[in-house]
């Protein structure tokens, strides 16, 4: 949670401008690329791909050689959920802390992210990592949903 917040509310503003541009296409063929990005691109869409838990880190490594190996879409759904403007969160173990003007938004970043958790196999996914009997993930259906969104519309589920 408290890596993910912080990606979320830290983000490279320009990183963000550039993948945008990527999703419309807009990018130059004479750009070097890095394979460890779409080593890690690859790694990250797999893992969503398996749990349905996307985090915002892989627009840290997206490139124009990656871009078309996954879901635009999905990565500007990603990118349309970030914070208006980045701003500095400071996780100090289970409490988070970022300047008055920034609280809402942060209180924003984490809703998103404890609704994504709920609308995927995530912890299954990591305890399969970890465990030879691996767990079934269950199906993620329109009323598991309705709960995610209850999470996202709340108030409370940060102080």
């Known amino acids: 949670m408290a890596r993910e917040l912080t990606y979320r509310c830290n983000y490279d503003e320009e990183r963000v401008k550039y993948v945008t541009r990527l999703i419309f296409k807009e990018f130059s063929n004479d750009e070097v690329y890095d394979s460890e ?13 398996d749990c349905g838990f996307l985090s915002v880190k892989i627009l840290n490594h997206i490139n124009g050689s990656n871009i078309n190996l996954i879901d635009r879409d999905v990565i500007y759904k990603l990118i349309k959920q970030l914070p208006e403007k980045s701003f500095y969160v400071v996780p100090l173990h289970d409490e988070f802390a970022c ?35 691996k767990l079934t993930m269950d199906p993620i259906d329109d009323n598991h949903r309705a709960i995610g969104d209850k999470i996202f519309n709340s108030t409370y589920t940060i102080h």
């Open 37 to 49: 990005d779409n080593a890690a691109v690859a790694q990250m869409w797999n893992d969503y791909l």
């Open 99 to 133: 300047r008055a003007e920034n609280v809402n938004a942060m209180r924003e970043q984490y809703n998103h992210i404890l609704r994504c958790v709920w609308n995927s196999n995530l912890l299954v996914h990591i305890i399969n990592q970890f465990h030879t009997v």
